[in-house]
């Protein structure tokens, strides 16, 4: 029998030569968008130079596409009529880059004579600022610990932490027990109008970020405040590797900090809200009211996790959760991102069904439930990512009927990139769009899930009707399944070369909870949903919501404590990723017959960076971190050998273990080859136990004093770092330290007899301090502790020595650097490691002929020593 013949579709109809042969030809919007991030990328590395020498590219694009317009003309020896539209698509392309680029640093480095980021400095101010709240005000715990591990100098239980001065002697009078203490901050964003410095008024514009002491008085975006405060530039990063939050709040448009002490500082002017506010301030009443709701349904589980998976805002909640999240690989649920917006949106169109029937009223319903669910998460970037990209989709398909995926998420790219530029150098930004992106090309790879019917009489037989359901629902969980891994996949590299961490634990937990993070996230929005109207009605949805966060925090648990389910690695060089992920570019988008040339380029690639990376000669490095009020220095010898001299803060050892961490991540390494505790103060060792979590400990040395069951700092310590299977050894004065065969290390104090313990010596940790003598191609670097005392009067007996670099004692404290010590070492720098609250003018008029460095001001300090012996002393802050 004759088959008929089967109708051609209009791809099929239109000849060969004028379908899209090109990728500009099928998602313009998505190259338009890698044109502007190239641009954005190079003038950040390049400067300004790159987008003039685009604008230069474009010229001549624009004058060879001129002579391919003549179709007879001929030159260098071939036709260029063929090259035309390819000549003027470049210099379009260069053209869109290089105003990118522009645009870029208009936006980042160009401000107005008024803007606030002119007056605030990185030095506190006393100010008043007058103008409106922008924000609800977050209510934040901050961790603080305080201990002591000296039996000498105990206060009572009750007893307040002593001040600390420049003595240094607040880190003597603390209590023995380990106490954790809570600081409660009050944060929102402050628009500023006018700005008062002693008698002088005047106006000002921009946003500041304002930490508040304590819980004040609840604001509400619009309320017309005035501020009594100290006023600064939010620090930069002041350690290696550290992350630069000063950065991360420029680029949200926040160019100053405000902290303020009392809660009474904070004062409402007016009544009076301006009209524009109305409609955020009744979105921030019903977030809170939704809050509420979920603080009383909420009784297993955390309120602030629930509020965070919801809402946003996961800054609030506990440091060892979001670490939890992190090893476990599911820091994403966190975020609120594109899977919440639309299942939001997909919700409220389901609900609306019934009563709306018309497609554009349906697409109304759906941009209105994106619109006030932007304006509920208080435009969290994640979320302004997703409606932008939700809104095009919807009037795309609402207008055309049919979009292209790939063109809406380049479109999305444009118009965040052309809002704000520097969102492109973001984390959050980077993993999203690759996300979105590999779930789309996922999806167009696999296409739907086949169904096969039944062909007799028409019609699908009733029979397997069960059956195809079935088969339908387990490819999609298949495809849901696979999408998962080739995100996992294309994510791992790009989260490893800035954070250090892999999570294989993540991949299985992410496939085994695909299915089941909706139903989470529905039961949650249904809760706040009905909260805002009654919180009785939402305490049946919200008792699964309350079980389900509880039964999800203790998968997360479970897997973060697993010994393999995570590494922490070393972040990998940048350009591995970018190899990588032009690699993966050019063999989906590109014709199967240029893999061949990937392939080749991404060898070649390979081949470049292993030259670049080939292991070099290396000088003498000396870290002095900057922790607060107390001590951590971290040693790298030529050959790559890590020593850490002391390791704490005084009420602050999160912090502590958090920079000492993300320094020897930023050096390239993953373990210590020995760690060495000067005294048993809790400012110079309580971030051991912390740090052991993401770092090997080989060795852990530590005088005789300080070798006390009593001392619970060195207790806790001594068993974290047994627990890696670390060696644990005393040191004293007169041994030597073999690290490196290139560098010499020597313990000049304390001398210990057998028979002596610290109490039949009548003395303090503090003057047992070990004391460490650094040599390295006849330079000498000498590390002191809390040295003061007996152990200070000890050393200077010794024959006096020429000093390169001196670590002050005792954080600078006037008892311990006195001027026998200037002229016994004679140093030509002084490095001193110190609180906010400590000054620096005792040393200066102490070692008068030297530079003195204070990890409190210039952030760390950073001492090299090369072959030819060249000391070299650079700070993290100029």
């Given at each position: 029998?004759?088959q008929?013949?089967r109708?051609?579709?209009?791809?099929?109809?239109?000849?060969?030569?004028?379908r899209?042969?090109?990728?500009?030809g099928?998602?313009?919007?998505?190259?338009?968008?890698g044109?502007m991030?190239?641009?954005?990328?190079l003038?950040e590395?390049a400067?300004?130079?790159?987008c003039?020498?685009?604008?230069?590219?474009?010229?001549?694009?624009?004058f060879v596409?001129?002579?391919?317009?003549?179709?007879?003309?001929?030159?260098f020896?071939?036709?260029?009529s063929?090259?035309?539209?390819?000549?003027?698509?470049?210099?379009?392309?260069?053209?869109?880059a290089?105003?990118?680029?522009?645009?870029?640093?208009?936006?980042w480095n160009?401000?107005s004579r008024?803007?606030l980021?002119?007056?605030?400095?990185?030095r506190?101010?006393?100010v008043?600022?007058?103008g409106?709240?922008?924000s609800?005000?977050l209510i934040e715990?901050?961790?603080?610990?305080?201990?002591k591990?000296?039996?000498?100098?105990?206060?009572g239980?009750n007893?307040?932490?002593?001040?600390v001065?420049?003595?240094?002697r607040?880190?003597?009078l603390v209590?023995n027990?380990?106490?954790a203490?809570?600081?409660?901050?009050?944060?929102f964003?402050?628009?500023?109008?006018?700005?008062?410095?002693?008698?002088?008024?005047?106006?000002?514009?921009?946003?500041?970020?304002?930490d508040v002491e304590?819980?004040?008085?609840?604001?509400q975006?619009?309320?017309?405040?005035?501020?009594y405060?100290?006023?600064?530039?939010?620090?930069?990063?002041?350690n290696?590797?550290?992350?630069?939050?000063?950065?991360?709040?420029?680029?949200?448009?926040?160019?100053?900090h405000?902290?303020v002490?009392?809660?009474?500082?904070?004062v409402q002017?007016?009544?009076?809200i301006?009209?524009?506010w109305?409609l955020?301030r009744?979105?921030?009443?019903?977030?809170q009211r939704g809050?509420?709701?979920?603080e009383?349904?909420?009784?297993?589980?955390?309120?602030?996790?629930?509020?965070?998976?919801?809402?946003?805002?996961?800054q609030?909640?506990d440091a060892?959760?979001?670490?939890?999240?992190?090893?476990?690989?599911?820091l994403?649920?966190?975020?609120?991102s594109g899977?919440?917006?639309?299942?939001?949106?997909?919700?409220?169109?389901?609900l609306?069904k019934?009563?709306i029937?018309?497609p554009w009223?349906?697409?109304?319903?759906g941009?209105g439930?994106?619109?006030?669910?932007?304006m509920?998460?208080?435009n969290d970037?994640?979320?302004?990512r997703?409606?932008?990209?939700?809104s095009a989709?919807?009037?795309g398909?609402?207008?055309?009927?049919v979009v292209?995926?790939?063109n809406?998420?380049?479109l999305t790219?444009?118009?965040?990139?052309?809002?704000?530029?520097?969102?492109?150098?973001?984390l959050?930004?980077?993993?999203?769009?690759l996300?979105?992106?590999t779930?789309?090309?996922v999806?167009?790879t696999?296409?739907?899930?086949?169904?096969?019917?039944s062909?007799?009489?028409?019609a699908?037989a009733?029979?397997?009707?069960?059956?195809?359901?079935?088969h339908?629902?387990l490819?999609?969980?298949?495809?849901?399944?696979?999408a998962?891994?080739?995100?996992?996949?294309?994510?791992t590299?790009?989260?490893?070369?800035?954070?250090?961490?892999?999570?294989?634990v993540?991949?299985?937990?992410?496939?085994?909870l695909?299915?089941?993070?909706?139903?989470?996230?529905?039961s949650?929005?249904?809760?706040l949903?009905?909260?805002m109207?009654?919180?009785?009605?939402a305490?049946?949805?919200?008792?699964i919501f309350d079980?389900?966060l509880?039964w999800?925090i203790?998968?997360?648990d479970?897997?973060a404590?697993?010994?393999?389910?995570h590494?922490?690695?070393?972040?990998?060089p940048?350009?591995?990723?970018l190899i990588f992920?032009?690699?993966?570019?050019?063999?989906?988008?590109?014709r199967?017959h240029?893999?061949?040339?990937?392939?080749?380029?991404?060898?070649?690639g390979?081949?470049?960076l292993?030259m670049?990376?080939?292991?070099?000669?290396r000088?003498?490095?000396?870290t002095?971190l900057?922790v607060?009020?107390?001590?951590?220095?971290?040693v790298e010898?030529?050959?790559?050998?890590?020593?850490?001299?002391?390791?704490g803060?005084l009420?602050?050892?999160?912090?502590?273990?958090?920079?000492?961490g993300?320094?020897?991540?930023?050096y390239g390494?993953?373990?210590?080859d020995?760690?060495?505790?000067?005294?048993?103060?809790?400012?110079?060792?309580?971030?051991?136990?912390?740090?052991?979590r993401?770092?090997?400990?080989?060795?852990?040395?530590?005088?005789?004093?300080a070798a006390?069951?009593?001392?619970?700092?060195?207790?806790?310590?001594?068993?974290?770092?047994?627990?890696?299977?670390?060696v644990?050894?005393?040191?004293?004065?007169g041994?030597?330290?073999?690290?490196?065969?290139?560098?010499?290390?020597?313990?000049l104090?304390?001398?210990?007899k057998?028979?002596?313990?610290?109490?039949?010596?009548?003395?303090?940790?503090?003057?047992?301090s070990?004391v460490a003598r650094?040599t390295?191609q006849?330079?000498v670097?000498?590390l002191t502790?809390d040295l003061?005392?007996?152990?200070?009067?000890?050393?200077?007996e010794k024959?006096?020595?020429?000093?390169?670099?001196l670590l002050?004692?005792h954080?600078?404290?006037k008892?311990?650097?006195?001027a026998?010590l200037?002229?016994?070492?004679?140093p030509?720098?002084?490095?001193?490691?110190?609180g906010p609250?400590?000054?620096?003018?005792?040393?200066e008029?102490?070692?008068?002929?030297s530079?003195?460095?204070?990890?409190?001001?210039?952030?760390?300090?950073?001492v090299?020593?090369?072959?030819?012996?060249?000391?070299?002393v650079r700070?993290?802050?100029p």
């Amino acid at each position: 029998m004759e088959q008929p013949a089967r109708s051609m579709t209009p791809a099929e109809k239109e000849p060969p030569s004028r379908r899209p042969p090109v990728l500009w030809g099928r998602v313009p919007a998505l190259v338009a968008a890698g044109a502007m991030a190239l641009g954005i990328v190079l003038q950040e590395i390049a400067g300004l130079g790159v987008c003039f020498a685009g604008l230069v590219g474009v010229l001549v694009c624009l004058f060879v596409w001129r002579l391919s317009l003549q179709r007879k003309h001929v030159a260098f020896g071939g036709d260029l009529s063929g090259f035309g539209p390819g000549f003027f698509v470049t210099g379009a392309l260069l053209a869109l880059a290089s105003a990118a680029g522009l645009w870029h640093e208009a936006t980042w480095n160009w401000t107005s004579r008024d803007s606030l980021s002119r007056l605030a400095d990185l030095r506190s101010q006393g100010v008043c600022l007058e103008g409106i709240c922008r924000s609800t005000v977050l209510i934040e715990q901050m961790h603080s610990s305080f201990a002591k591990s000296s039996p000498v100098g105990k206060v009572g239980s009750n007893s307040k932490p002593a001040e600390v001065t420049n003595d240094g002697r607040g880190s003597d009078l603390v209590t023995n027990e380990e106490t954790a203490g809570q600081r409660v901050i009050s944060r929102f964003v402050f628009s500023v109008e006018s700005l008062g410095v002693g008698p002088e008024h005047r106006h000002v514009c921009g946003d500041v970020q304002v930490d508040v002491e304590g819980e004040t008085r609840i604001f509400q975006p619009g309320d017309r405040l005035r501020i009594y405060g100290k006023l600064s530039r939010p620090a930069p990063p002041m350690n290696p590797g550290e992350f630069n939050y000063a950065d991360w709040l420029y680029a949200q448009g926040i160019v100053g900090h405000v902290r303020v002490k009392h809660r009474e500082a904070v004062v409402q002017t007016s009544e009076k809200i301006p009209m524009s506010w109305m409609l955020r301030r009744w979105m921030s009443w019903l977030r809170q009211r939704g809050e509420r709701s979920l603080e009383r349904v909420i009784v297993r589980s955390s309120p602030e996790l629930a509020s965070s998976i919801l809402l946003g805002g996961r800054q609030r909640l506990d440091a060892d959760l979001r670490e939890s999240f992190v090893r476990s690989g599911l820091l994403h649920i966190l975020a609120v991102s594109g899977m919440n917006v639309g299942l939001v949106v997909l919700l409220m169109m389901t609900l609306s069904k019934g009563i709306i029937r018309h497609p554009w009223g349906l697409a109304a319903c759906g941009l209105g439930t994106i619109a006030l669910f932007l304006m509920l998460a208080e435009n969290d970037p994640p979320v302004v990512r997703a409606a932008f990209f939700g809104s095009a989709w919807i009037l795309g398909s609402r207008w055309a009927g049919v979009v292209e995926p790939l063109n809406v998420l380049g479109l999305t790219a444009v118009t965040l990139m052309i809002l704000s530029p520097h969102d492109l150098l973001q984390l959050g930004f980077q993993l999203s769009f690759l996300a979105v992106a590999t779930l789309l090309i996922v999806a167009r790879t696999m296409g739907k899930p086949q169904v096969i019917q039944s062909q007799s009489e028409g019609a699908m037989a009733a029979s397997r009707w069960s059956a195809i359901r079935g088969h339908r629902l387990l490819a999609m969980l298949w495809q849901l399944m696979i999408a998962t891994f080739v995100i996992w996949c294309l994510t791992t590299p790009l989260i490893a070369a800035t954070s250090g961490v892999i999570s294989p634990v993540g991949l299985m937990l992410n496939i085994a909870l695909a299915p089941l993070v909706p139903i989470i996230l529905w039961s949650g929005y249904i809760t706040l949903l009905l909260g805002m109207i009654h919180p009785w009605l939402a305490i049946p949805s919200g008792w699964i919501f309350d079980w389900s966060l509880y039964w999800l925090i203790d998968v997360v648990d479970q897997a973060a404590g697993w010994r393999y389910g995570h590494f922490v690695l070393s972040p990998l060089p940048v350009e591995y990723a970018l190899i990588f992920y032009s690699a993966v570019a050019g063999m989906l988008l590109f014709r199967v017959h240029r893999v061949r040339v990937v392939m080749l380029s991404l060898g070649l690639g390979v081949i470049w960076l292993a030259m670049g990376y080939w292991p070099q000669e290396r000088p003498l490095r000396l870290t002095f971190l900057s922790v607060g009020h107390g001590l951590a220095v971290l040693v790298e010898t030529p050959d790559q050998k890590m020593w850490l001299y002391d390791a704490g803060s005084l009420g602050q050892d999160r912090r502590a273990a958090r920079v000492i961490g993300q320094a020897i991540r930023h050096y390239g390494s993953i373990q210590l080859d020995a760690v060495t505790i000067s005294h048993a103060d809790a400012d110079h060792a309580n971030a051991i136990p912390r740090l052991t979590r993401d770092v090997t400990i080989r060795w852990l040395g530590m005088p005789k004093s300080a070798a006390d069951p009593d001392q619970r700092v060195i207790g806790e310590a001594v068993a974290a770092v047994a627990s890696q299977g670390g060696v644990i050894r005393l040191v004293k004065g007169g041994q030597k330290f073999c690290l490196s065969p290139d560098v010499e290390i020597e313990f000049l104090w304390p001398l210990f007899k057998k028979e002596e313990t610290l109490l039949s010596r009548k003395t303090t940790d503090n003057s047992e301090s070990l004391v460490a003598r650094i040599t390295y191609q006849n330079r000498v670097i000498l590390l002191t502790g809390d040295l003061e005392g007996e152990g200070l009067v000890h050393l200077l007996e010794k024959s006096p020595e020429k000093i390169d670099v001196l670590l002050a004692p005792h954080h600078g404290g006037k008892r311990s650097n006195v001027a026998a010590l200037n002229h016994w070492a004679r140093p030509q720098h002084v490095i001193s490691s110190q609180g906010p609250g400590d000054v620096t003018t005792g040393l200066e008029q102490t070692f008068v002929d030297s530079k003195i460095w204070a990890t409190s001001k210039q952030g760390a300090i950073v001492v090299e020593i090369d072959r030819a012996g060249v000391v070299t002393v650079r700070s993290q802050l100029p």
